[in-house]
């Protein structure tokens, strides 16, 4: 398993006990701090639709959810080219069969 990158700039609360059942927790961003830390690890950012953007995943963590940057890139396809025959199979006359 590759090790898991925490983005700067983006830190995680768990959930208050007095909040609603639908809330799961907070998320607060420091831009300044985010924007320095994307300018420091550009190769990151994936594109999608011409834009770059910074693909996360969002864990349950022990006390509280917590975010880290989505690595996973698809393997490259390699298309199979069959081998070329090494000499040319020998052909058995059809008259001479026994059956």
Known sequence: ?????????????????K??????GT??????ELNKWLKE???????YKGEKQLKLQVLQGKEKLTLVVDTWKP????????PAPICEPEVLPTDDLPF
């Open 19 to 24: 909040a609603p059942s639908f809330v799961l």
């Open 75 to 82: 393997a490259e396809k390699v298309e199979a080219v069959a």
């Open 1 to 17: 398993m590759a090790e898991k990158i925490y983005p700067k700039g983006i830190v995680t609360f768990k959930k208050n006990d």
């Open 41 to 47: 690890n550009l190769s990151l950012l994936t594109e």
């Open 27 to 32: 998320i607060v961003i420091t831009p300044n």
